[in-house]
T-cell receptor, first 114, second 113 residues
Framework: EPEVTQTPSHQVTQMGQEVILRCVPI?????FYWYRQILGQKVEFLVS????????KSEIFDDQFSVERPDGSNFTLKIRSTKLEDSAMYFC????????????FGPGTRLTVT | GEDVEQSLFLSVREGDSSVINCTYT??????LYWYKQEPGAGLQLLTY?????DMKQDQRLTVLLNKKDKHLSLRIADTQTGDSAIYFC?????????????FGKGTKLSVKP
């Protein structure tokens, strides 16, 4: 069964450093998403992406964040200058259409900022 | 704004039924979802229900929807130790079927042998 993959599974970085989280969505999917889950809290929407541009972003997704689809398969989330409060599990998701049914999630990348 | 609320913990014995409850705020949501998160894993779409349905059954899973009270529940029959996980209720941000998902905090289901 096709699945969304994410790398790395765990990333440790120092405050102020840049990180790039990588995702490979399911190949025929067109809509891509990033969510994050701070430990013990809700899963929160960050950004959605379609047709090579951001469709929607939350207030969490400030200027420190950016997304890119550098080629036909990868979808990346960059955090330019990490803060302690960026420590969280980051989930990538994809779907064939804008409808949220059948939104498939990757296993997540645990980001730890020290 | 939209919000989804769930109780945080549920503990049952193997073989019993589990009922996980959720309340949501956006009455225009066309679909409502249950996701499962096993330890160390991502979010797995478990099931969903279309808003014109009151009930949906899928093997051991039964989803009940009370639109009047904006209440959604997930019943797992004959709960197994492998069902131990966190279960998230979710609704679309903008109602209907579009937009992004708003999740509850998740209910941690513990199944005792």
């Amino acid at each position: 069964e096709p699945e969304v993959t994410q790398t790395p599974s765990h990333q440790v970085t120092q405050m102020g450093q840049e990180v790039i989280l990588r995702c490979v969505p399911i190949s025929n999917h067109l809509y891509f998403y990033w969510y994050r889950q701070i430990l013990g809290q809700k899963v929160e929407f960050l950004v959605s992406f379609y047709n090579n541009e951001i469709s929607e972003k939350s207030e969490i997704f400030d200027d420190q964040f950016s997304v890119e689809r550098p080629d036909g398969s990868n979808f990346t989330l960059k955090i330019r200058s990490t803060k302690l409060e960026d420590s969280a599990m980051y989930f990538c998701a994809s779907t064939t259409s804008g409808g949220v049914y059948e939104q498939y999630f990757g296993p997540g990348t645990r980001l730890t900022v020290t | 704004g939209e919000d989804v609320e769930q109780s945080l913990f549920l503990s049952v014995r193997e073989g019993d039924s589990s009922v996980i409850n959720c309340t949501y705020t956006d009455s225009s949501s066309t679909y409502l979802y249950w996701y499962k998160q096993e330890p160390g894993a991502g979010l797995q779409l478990l099931t969903y229900i279309f808003s014109n349905m009151d009930m949906k059954q899928d093997q051991r899973l039964t989803v009940l929807l009370n639109k009047k009270d904006k209440h959604l529940s997930l019943r797992i029959a004959d709960t197994q130790t492998g069902d131990s996980a966190i279960y998230f209720c979710a609704e679309p941000t903008y109602g209907g079927s579009q937009g992004n998902l708003i999740f509850g905090k998740g209910t941690k289901l513990s199944v005792k042998p």
